[in-house]
T-cell receptor, first 112, second 110 residues
Framework: RKEVEQDPGPFNVPEGATVAFNCTYS??????FFWYRQDCRKEPKLLMS???SGNEDGRFTAQLNRASQYISLLIRDSKLSDSATYLC?????????????FGTGTLLAVQP | DGGITQSPKYLFRKEGQNVTLSCEQN?????MYWYRQDPGQGLRLIYY???????QKGDIAEGYSVSREKKESFPLTVTSAQKNPTAFYLC?????????FGEGSWLTVV
C-alpha cells in the first residue's frame, strides 16, 4: 500500500459544479497535512493546510479524518481557473527528521 | 521579494556530462530539498539538508550529488551515473513543515 494515495482522475466537471477529492494515508502517526495545487509544467504551490477542526478558504474547504486516515478537499462553484493537479502532502515522523510524502495528484479539468 | 530561485529553467545535457542545477533562497529557511518529478508521477526526494554543511540522501540519490556550504544555496549536480536524468527538478525549502518550491528546472538529455 502506498503511504499516500490519491485518485489520479481526471475529474471533468462543468463550471459551477462542486467537486471533492480524497487522499488516504497509511501512517497513523502522521501529523501535518496539506493540499498543493500544481499547474501544468509549473511548481506546486501551497493551497491550504489541513487542520483537525477543518478549515475553509473561500470556495475551498479541507477536512481531516484521523480515524479513517484521510483528508479531503472540497471545491465549490468551480471556475475554469481551478483546472490543475491537486497534490496531497502528508508529514510523517521518521528517523532524524520528519518526512514529507507527496501523493501523485488528482487532475481537475473544469469545462465551460 | 522573498523566494526560491532555480536556474537554469531549461537545460540540455549530452550523455556522459555532469550538469549542476542552482538553487538559492532568501527565506532564511534552514531546510532545503531537491525533488524529481516525472510525467504522471509524484515528487520523489533526491537529497535534503536540514542545516549548513550537512545533507542526507533521499529516496533516489544515486547518480546525484549536492553541497550545502551556505544557508542560502543548495546546488544539485546530476552526474553521468544517473541513467535516466530527463525530468523536472524542483528545489524547495521549508519552515514549520510547510514546504515552498522554486519554479523548477527542466533537464533533457540529448
Amino acid at each position: 500500500r502506498k503511504e499516500v494515495e490519491q485518485d489520479p482522475g481526471p475529474f471533468n466537471v462543468p463550471e459551477g459544479a462542486t467537486v471533492a477529492f480524497n487522499c488516504t494515508y497509511s501512517n497513523s502517526a502522521s501529523q501535518s497535512f496539506f493540499w498543493y495545487r500544481q499547474d501544468c509544467r509549473k511548481e506546486p504551490k501551497l493551497l491550504m493546510s489541513v487542520y483537525s477542526s477543518g478549515n475553509e478558504d473561500g470556495r475551498f474547504t479541507a477536512q481531516l479524518n484521523r480515524a479513517s486516515q484521510y483528508i479531503s478537499l472540497l471545491i465549490r462553484d468551480s471556475k475554469l481557473s481551478d483546472s490543475a493537479t491537486y497534490l496531497c502532502v502528508v508529514n510523517t515522523p521518521g528517523g532524524a527528521t520528519n518526512k514529507l510524502i507527496f501523493g501523485t495528484g488528482t487532475l481537475l479539468a473544469v469545462q465551460p | 521579494d522573498g523566494g526560491i530561485t532555480q536556474s537554469p529553467k531549461y537545460l540540455f545535457r549530452k550523455e556522459g556530462q555532469n550538469v549542476t542545477l542552482s538553487c538559492e533562497q532568501n527565506l532564511n529557511h534552514d531546510a532545503m530539498y531537491w525533488y524529481r518529478q516525472d510525467p504522471g508521477q509524484g515528487l520523489r526526494l533526491i537529497y535534503y539538508s536540514q542545516i549548513v554543511n550537512d545533507f542526507q540522501k533521499g529516496d533516489i540519490a544515486e547518480g546525484y550529488s549536492v553541497s550545502r556550504e551556505k544557508k542560502e544555496s543548495f546546488p544539485l549536480t546530476v552526474t553521468s551515473a544517473q541513467k535516466n536524468p530527463t525530468a523536472f527538478y524542483l528545489c524547495a525549502s521549508s519552515w514549520s513543515y510547510t514546504i515552498y518550491f522554486g519554479e523548477g528546472s527542466w533537464l533533457t538529455v540529448v
